[in-house]
């Protein structure tokens, strides 16, 4: 039995480029197996693949094999997500195994393999061509959730609605569910637009071009979304970034890896760039070489070195910066080690939406707290001034460090070294606005109505 597991990126040149997934690597190790099997062979697709790839499977081995050797094909696909691989492999939703109805001895081959640590009742053996063809439709349907929700938070923040109370009541409904609702700068990885661009091209390839335009608007949001995040910090920013330095806390795709393909990051710091911001980046575990060379693939008419720079920590990032773009929910950037600020009737009495207690969702369950974006600080702007020093008495150092294991960025640090109004801009909503207000900043969150600068009564 042989998987194959090899990557299929979306293609960049010839017929189909820039949407159809490029199947070398999959042609080349098929190609590889026919000249050396001399004894028959189950082969299993793990690769997410465009529907009736194994058919030019099948073409390959016919073509290239010796004729006495049988190749059975199958359909297994993937569907762990970084960061929660492994439990994903140890704990399944589901095993898919696709196969033509002559094969059933191979699937049944596969389906004992799996039987060693999944329950029966999660192996599912269904059509080849569905299962190809679900793999994709399961990566578009989740990006098309992330995408749906990202077009209601731009609804929420001009109407005064909270995207995650949003979130939370729809995904009540069973049918709908909560998870895969949690509105963000864009999504990003190596996957979910290519295969949305995948099945806008098998779309078109089939002349079903109304179903093409459909798929395609889940990235077309996607892209919206990180640009609209972009425009608010420049308009925040009196419409103009020029030589301001704005810090960039995370730049993975999303936490609990280094991996940045397609991360919102490229897209929000090359518009930042082309502002003429001065970006200061930190991410916990994206190495200095691959934020540069993704920036300079990015953007390669400039010599990206003169517009950004890398930190190995998240103050010194923040020192002197005009605003904070948090990009990645690194667990770092959570503000929980900071005591909730008490109640404040008055400042509740003139905004009705910060009276709301508000119910996020994190990973499936919710916390209570208060999150309407808060505007705590009073002073005004002050880009060129000094340093900021926290309204509030700051908890002490150590109590929002946290333990070994449960490291939190300093926000109180943070407060006294970047610049006023100490304005933060939270991409995926990852820390509480009321707690940061209490330290002087003003937060905006994604979906949620923004801070306004303070009006003297
Ligand atoms: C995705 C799928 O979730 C896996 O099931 C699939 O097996 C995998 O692609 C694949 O085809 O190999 P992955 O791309 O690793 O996994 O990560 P996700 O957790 O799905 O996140 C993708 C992006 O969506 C991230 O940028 C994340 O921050 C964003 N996202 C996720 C949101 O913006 N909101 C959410 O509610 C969830």
Request: net charge negative; aromatic share 6%.
């Amino acid at each position: 039995m042989i998987f194959i597991s090899v990557n299929t990126p979306t293609k960049l040149g010839g017929v189909g480029s820039g949407s159809a997934s490029d199947l070398a690597y999959v042609e080349s190790a098929a190609r590889h197996i026919a000249e050396v099997s001399t004894t028959d062979k189950i082969i299993v697709e793990k690769s997410t693949v465009p529907c009736g790839t194994a058919e030019s499977l099948r073409e390959i081995f016919a073509g290239l094999a010796d004729p006495t050797v049988k190749f059975h094909i199958l359909s297994n696909p993937e569907f762990l997500a970084e960061g929660t691989a492994i439990n994903d492999l140890l704990e399944p939703d589901r095993i898919l195994i696709g196969h033509l109805p002559e094969e059933n001895a191979a699937a049944d081959a596969l389906v004992d393999v799996y039987s060693a640590w999944v329950p029966k009742d999660r192996i599912k053996t269904i059509n080849l061509w569905s299962s190809e063809l679900a793999k994709l439709a399961a990566n578009c349907m989740l990006a098309q959730r992330i995408s749906s929700i990202n077009s209601l938070s731009a609804v929420c923040e001009a109407t005064g609605a909270d995207i995650d109370e949003v979130a939370f009541a729809v995904g009540l409904d069973t049918r709908i569910g909560s998870r895969m609702l949690k509105a963000s700068a864009g999504f990003g990885g190596s996957c979910f637009k290519k295969d949305v661009l995948s099945l806008v091209y098998i779309s078109e390839t089939l002349h079903l071009p109304e179903v093409a335009e459909y798929w395609r608007s889940v990235v077309e949001i996607n892209e919206y979304q990180k640009h609209r995040f972009t425009n608010r910090i420049i308009k925040r920013l009196y419409n103009t970034l020029s030589r301001k330095k704005i810090a960039v806390l995370g730049f993975a795709y999303k936490k609990n890896t280094g991996d940045t393909r397609e991360t919102a990051a490229i897209t929000v710091i090359s518009q930042l760039i082309a502002e003429g911001a001065k970006v200061a980046i930190y991410d916990p575990q994206v190495s200095e070489q691959q934020i540069f060379n993704d920036l300079q693939s990015a953007n390669p008419t400039l010599n990206i070195k003169d517009s950004i720079t890398i930190y190995h920590d998240a103050v010194s990032a923040c020192s002197d910066a005009c605003a904070i773009a948090i990009l990645t929910e690194w667990d770092q950037f959570k503000t929980d080690l900071i005591p909730e600020p008490e109640p404040q009737p008055e400042l509740l009495n003139k905004a009705p939406v910060a009276q709301l207690r508000a119910l996020t969702i994190d990973e499936g369950t919710i916390s209570d707290h208060s999150s309407a974006s808060s505007d705590a600080g009073s002073e005004s702007p002050d880009y060129n001034g000094t340093h900021a020093s926290p309204l509030s008495t700051p908890p002490s150092e150590t109590a929002l460090e946290g333990k070994p294991g449960s490291e939190r960025v300093n926000w109180s640090r943070i407060a006294q070294v970047m610049r006023r109004p100490r304005l933060v801009f939270d991409g995926r909503n990852v820390v509480d606005a009321q707690r940061l207000a209490s330290l002087g900043f003003r937060v905006e969150c994604i979906g949620k109505a923004g801070a306004r600068p303070h009006v003297r009564a």
